[in-house]
DNA sequence: GCCAACGTTGGC
DNA sequence: GCCAACGTTGGC
């Protein structure tokens, strides 16, 4: 299974939004990104990803699901660019900042902090693991 | 509000 | 194909 990190900024679209869709999920749209859209690609069903609030907040706060792989982006019409849909799992019982990832040397490689521009991040195994932890789920 | 980092655009 | 100019993003 591989992981990843959805970007956000909770003005245009927050957690609380996405939480409330529930199971059915919801289409990550409007991804105009070669770097992003590679990663979008490369998405299977069943993968794990983080929620995190740019902007405001500056937070990982919550975990959702790949519930279906990269398809045309409904919201584009050159069929250039696709979009998968994410399903709300569960919101992190401790919230993650930036600040504290940036405190973490062990974190100093995550995309979040070398790239915190690109909308459709990956995050390792070992990143997850630590990040979870962090968050207050245990393990 | 500032500014660094990054991606895109367009002239050559 | 190079690179300067520009717009956007996002942390601080």
Not at 60 to 73: K, T, Y
Not at 119 to 135: F, H, I, Y
């Amino acid at each position: 299974m591989a992981y990843w990190l959805f970007k956000s900024e909770p003005g245009s679209w927050s957690w609380d939004q996405h939480n409330a869709k529930g199971k059915s999920g919801d289409e990550w749209t409007g991804i105009r990104n070669y770097q992003a859209r590679n990663n979008l690609r490369a998405m299977k069903k069943g993968d794990r990803g983080f929620f995190y609030h740019s902007g405001e907040g500056k937070e990982i706060v919550g975990i959702v699901e790949v519930a279906r792989p990269a398809h045309p982006d409904p919201t584009d019409k050159t069929g250039e660019w696709v979009s998968v849909e994410i399903r709300p799992l569960h919101a992190l019982p401790k919230p993650v900042s930036i600040a504290a990832i940036k405190a973490e040397p062990r974190l100093k490689d995550m995309v979040l902090v070398r790239n915190s521009r690109l909308s459709v991040q990956p995050v390792s195994a070992e990143e997850w693991r630590l990040v979870s932890k962090m968050g207050g789920l245990g393990q």
